[in-house]
Structure formats: C-alpha cells, structure tokens
C-alpha cells in the first residue's frame, strides 16, 4: 500500500475466472412491404423475393453463418407468417426466431422489440 490505497494488480484475469463470452447474434429487419418491389413481390414480403430461384433473406443468412453467428432474431411485420412458414426455426446451423410486428411500429421500434429475444 502506498499512501493509504490499494495498489491494484495489472495481471491479466485467468482465463478460468473470465465469464463465459456469450455467442454472436444478429438481427434481421424483415417487415417491410417493398412497395417498391410490387412489380415483382406483389405476393409476399420483399426479404423473400425469389433471386436466382432463393429467397433474398436467404443470402444475408449464409453471410451470417459464414460470420460464426449461431442465432438469428427476424424482426416481421407484413407477411411474417410466411417468412416463419419459408425459413421455419433453423436454417443450417442457425437457431432463427422472430419478433412480429402486429402493427406498423417504425424501423426504431423493430429494432427494441426483439430486445427479450437476445442472449
């Protein structure tokens, strides 16, 4: 001790002793209309326009399991009954679940509602 306080060890914390990291996740906003699209998704939500005969969402997904990420929170809105009917809960060995938007909140509000989805 030097002048009444505690001198604090600079070590680095073992390995053992560290809390357990918690896995990657992400978070996918599926809820739009694509009211852009109509032309070509008048049938169903824009994530699931067909591109090269696969769903577009499908892509962002492959990026995320490429990215070590295991668990996938969708955030729906328009149609999100069938992109849970489409995806289901595992695509490859990512875990997927949703957060469905009943009614037209805003991309901010997407955003907090899967807040109780995340580890």
Known sequence: MTGGTRERSLRP????????ARPPQ????????GTRL???????????????????VTYLLDQLVESSIRDVVLCTGFRGDLVQET???????????????LEPLGTGARCVTPKELLK
């Open 38 to 56: 109509r032309l070509v998704v008048s049938d169903r939500p824009k994530v699931l326009a067909p591109v090269h005969d696969r769903p577009f």
């Open 87 to 101: 995806l289901g809960t595992r695509y490859g060995p990512l875990g997927l679940s949703y957060s469905h938007e």
């Open 26 to 33: 992400a978070v996918i906003l599926a809820g739009g209309q």
């Open 13 to 20: 914390t073992p390995i053992a002793l560290r809390p357990a």
